[in-house]
Each structure stands twice: as structure tokens, then as C-alpha cells.
């Protein structure tokens, strides 16, 4: 008798595909044992409690009667007007006619027109003519810089006073000092700048004091003529 199994068939070939499987599988099933949850079911009715709406009892509520507002005053008596005849005259007033004839001479006052003095301003170094400084009238257009600087150099050396405090303090600086010769020659609007108050008070002083000058003139008008300077003061 010959044996029923076939001699070539390899019953280990596919058992590791088949072990793999069944090890899934298991695992699959033994995750949704731990995952299933479980509630308890004690679940209590509550009762309803059904009052009868027959037996409540309704509160007596007592309305308050609220008088009625008081009438209002009575009217003023009206006031008695006392009728006074008109006894003075008033004069009327009589308006002349404004209309004038032909032949009538209408009288005109003369009317003075004052000429406005424009308040021009033109620098030192573009001006036209510059102011004169006395002394340097006959000079020549050339050299009339050069002049004014000497001379306004010259009156600051004539007048110079050191201030005794600054003196003592041991104040020496330089002030600057900046004015406007105006359209009259005259020196105004002087602001002096410098490292004491005592330095600038005795620098506007000395430049208060110049002499009254030519005024500069642009284009043959005089205008306001800017000028600065310095002033310093040095201990010996």
C-alpha cells in the first residue's frame, strides 16, 4: 500500500506568513478587549411633583389713590393804563436832498497822501553805497570799506572801558555784537552776545555811542544797513 501524502509538498513554506497573521490578529482582538468600555445602568426617575393650581392662594394687593393736582392760580389782574395826551411838540426832521445842479461848485478839501517808508533791509556786503562814517565823506567809492572799518575800529579803541567786576572776576572773552544803521544814519537795534553780562553790557554801550552816519543807500533809496563786529576783551 502507497503512502497518500505527496513526497514534494513543503509544509513549512508559508508558516511564518501564517504565524505573522495569526499574531496580528490576536493582538487586534486582545486591543479591543482593553479598549471596551462598560457603563452601569442606574438610571432614577424623579418624580414629578403636580400642585394644584386650584388651592393657591392669591394675595389681596390695596391700591393707593392718588389725589388729584391742585388748580392752577388765578390770572393777574391786568394793569390799568393811563392814556397821557401828547402836549409837546416834536420837531420834524428835515433830510436835504443830496442832488447837486450843474452849475453848483463843489468845494474839495485837499487830501495829504503820506509816503510810505518801505522797510528795506539790504546786507552790508551787497548794498550799493554803504553808510559813511564821519570822515570818510571825500574818499573815494573804492576805499569807503575800508574806511568805515578803520574809523569804527578807531571809536572802539577811544572808548573802551574793561568793567572793573569783570576785572576782578578774571572775565575776558569776545563779544559779538550785531546792530543796524537805520535810514537816518542812526545806530539802532543793537544785540550784543558774549560770555558775561557785564562784557556785553560795556560792548552796547560803545556801539550805542557811534556817531550818527550817511545813511547806505540801494538803488538812490536809503534803506536799513545790518552790521556785526567783534569785540574782545583780554586781561593783561
Not at 457603563?39 to 392718588?66: A, C, F, G, H, Q
Not at 388748580?71 to 426832521?93: G, K, M, W
Not at 572799518?149 to 572775565?171: D, L, S, T, V
Request: hydrophobic share 35%; glycine share 4%; net charge negative.
Amino acid at each position: 500500500m502507497l503512502p497518500k501524502k505527496n513526497p514534494k509538498a513543503d509544509l513549512s513554506k508559508n508558516s511564518t506568513t501564517y504565524f505573522l497573521i495569526g499574531l496580528v490578529l490576536i493582538l487586534f482582538l486582545t486591543w479591543r478587549g482593553i479598549e471596551l468600555k462598560t457603563y452601569e445602568r442606574d438610571v432614577e426617575l424623579d418624580r414629578l411633583s403636580v400642585m394644584n393650581d386650584e388651592d393657591e392662594d392669591i394675595p389681596i394687593t390695596e391700591m393707593k389713590m392718588t389725589p388729584p393736582p391742585p388748580p392752577p392760580p388765578p390770572p393777574a389782574a391786568p394793569q390799568v393804563i393811563e392814556v397821557v395826551e401828547d402836549e409837546e411838540e416834536v420837531e420834524e426832521t428835515v433830510i436835504e436832498s443830496t442832488e447837486t445842479d450843474q452849475e453848483e461848485i463843489i468845494e474839495i478839501e485837499e487830501i495829504e497822501v503820506e509816503e510810505e517808508v518801505e522797510d528795506v533791509v539790504v546786507p552790508f556786503a551787497i548794498i550799493e553805497n554803504i553808510p559813511v562814517f564821519p570822515g570818510c565823506e571825500k574818499v573815494s567809492k573804492k576805499r569807503q570799506r575800508d574806511c568805515f572799518q578803520e574809523k569804527i575800529n578807531k571809536h572802539i579803541r577811544k572808548n573802551f572801558r574793561y568793567p572793573e567786576i569783570a576785572q576782578e572776576m578774571g572775565i575776558q572773552g569776545r563779544v559779538y555784537v550785531s546792530f543796524i544803521i537805520g535810514v537816518d544814519g542812526r545806530v539802532i537795534m543793537v544785540q550784543p552776545r558774549g560770555p558775561d553780562k557785564n562784557l556785553e553790557k560795556e560792548a552796547r554801550r560803545i556801539i550805542e555811542n557811534l556817531p550818527q552816519m550817511i545813511p547806505g543807500k540801494q538803488r538812490g533809496k536809503a534803506v536799513r544797513v545790518p552790521y556785526s563786529i567783534p569785540i574782545t576783551f583780554k586781561l593783561q
